[in-house]
DNA sequence: CATGAATGAGGCTTCATTCAT
DNA sequence: GATGAATGAAGCCTCATTCAT
């Protein structure tokens, strides 16, 4: 039905308005009427679609998570080669996203401190235990792969390393948001050789 | 003065209540009456101390850093041996203190959260910049020493690996902090291994 | 015209739908929107028919006071005999009505409420002055019947017994609505046996 | 203490500041604002004395009845002599206290919307139902008083007659609200003459 | 005619901050 | 200095009404 399509992108349109909004101003700072005038539409509009302010950070919340996990996957699935090769493409790949999603990057503090307090800390922890859990696991079965190959040391624990970069990689991105002059880029890929050479099993020729 | 003495003490009162209060619920869902209840004081008093809710919360962040940074200069000192053993041991040293800050953590992202919006965006952002940075510094001197002795390669880029490193440590309490049954001391432990290898200029023995 | 009825008949589809939501939930308490789920229509429909939630709640109370006038009507020329035993019939007949408008009686309230305050007092209050004149009219003229026929005392001001009694079969069903236990039927009974003995030029046999 | 004597002081004041808007503009009709400015007060401080608009339309309630079962009791306890004539007496000064409670009578019918439908429905129809139950007490032992001194005849039902008369009381004032013209006093009186000469056990002198 | 998506005025309530005691 | 009662700006949300389809 033409209707449903257009009640979805209305949905859509206000949806982005209150991530924009949502990541200049904070959960807080933001008014409902902010993301209605954003998204041009009236401020009962808003309600038409999102039950509450809360709700619809949610939804943007939601919004984000499977847009990155998106991103994430197409990533990895156009990986090939070694697994030393595709750890530091995937690596290279999530550091150069970071131009795309840098006006949105405050986004994710906001979720992070939703998780840590308000009411809404329930839904948000949950959510991003899940989301790292299947992160970890992506990377993990990465490394796993390296190990089953022989690329990768026997000893290696997989999951602990996968732990480490998933954070690594989220951690560096914010080091990049406080400090312009930080070079994520460049950091990331020295790290990776000297991490990757340390899971080797033979020195790495790369 | 035991009158300055005395005006020293409460403030510390209320800025310790406010801390306890702000990581339970967060910045806005604070109530300054909240903190006033907690630190056994009325609420008018706290503003004897403080001049608004957002001076109180920077001053808490301040308070934050400036006991972190202690730690860490403390637990570095105390470190002796091979560039490779303190590493490892500022590592587990970190995740250590994780049981101790658990409670307060929400902070950091609370933290993290102001200084993504909200007025007071400019002076956390900047503090945090400074903060890390400070933080690279060490672990990057301590990474070049290494490359000094001999112990690690030369080629290794240490500001890049001090960089990644920081931040692996702080995404990993924050996985923690999400994930209850998440073991960040093993997942440290067992990534160090893979990274410290990948530093070193021959195969370890440690 | 076909096509009027049809008009007609909806329109008081609605009005029904209103009389009910409006006696749940009360006037404030009230959605359009709920009056249209109910009456099985179209929000905007409602408006179709009535100018606003204001006009169709006056229209409402007409319905009801017409139907509440029609229902006394009929009572009161089915009845026969002696002037007391038609104003003891005309009684029980009252309360007989009770079960049958109990679930909508919370709407008399409402409509008490509606002419005490809001902007609609004046409409509300003319039509209960003019509704309470008519009701009294009714029963002081069967009263006077009674005095000329010899029956009741001549000294009997019957207008003013009229008014009595118009208020208290009103007041006997608001305390059946309070009070569940309430025996109102019985209450009538036996103060109407007390009054009409009183009325009485002579000891009644009846 | 001085002090809490001033914050009842400030709480009544805001208690009848309310119960007139109330009456004059009803429960939907009265802005919380009003209040304030009629009390003299700020918006905010309202909300210091009651919790919610609701809660304070409730005391309004308590005030109201706790007043006019006050009344009522002082009426009666002023009253001596004959049952009959302790009966008119106790009618002539409820319908003689409607000119003091002329403007607060909106204030019931208030009362009896409220409790008819909204969430405040509980509350105040067990408030009513309980009111009604101690007035018909009062009344009725009035009456029974009457049956056992002989002057009233023993088959008279006080119970019934008790709760027909609270309410012709009632009624009577309400037909009075409706019609400025209504001589309620007069009606009262015409129609407890006729009433007591029902009850009475031998032609009445009074 | 019928509909229900869109609207925005309006109201309750919260809470940081002030200031008289 | 310490207090907490008082304040009113500010914001979320509701809902009667409109109007394009």
Redesign the interface.
Known sequence: MVYEARRKEKKERILEAAAQVF???????TLVADIAVQAGVGKGTVYEYFDSKEDLFFAVFEWFVQATEAKAKISISALGGSASHRLSALSDSLMQSWDEMKDM??LV??F??A????QMRERF?LA??QG??DFRQIVSSLIRDGIERGEFRPE??A???A??????W???L??A???ED?D?L??????M???????ASKPQLD
Chains 1, 2, 3, 4 share one sequence.
């Not at 050789?193 to 899971?199: N, P, V, W, Y």
């Open positions: 990541a200049m101003r904070g959960y807080s700072g990057y405050s503090m906001e992070w401190s998780s840590a307090s308000s922890k991003f235990k790292y859990k290696v624990d999951e602990s390393v732990a480490a970069l998933v954070g690594t989220d951690a560096l914010l080091q948001w406080f400090d930080f994520h460049r950091a990331a890929k020295r790290f050789e000297a991490l990757i050479s340390g899971l």
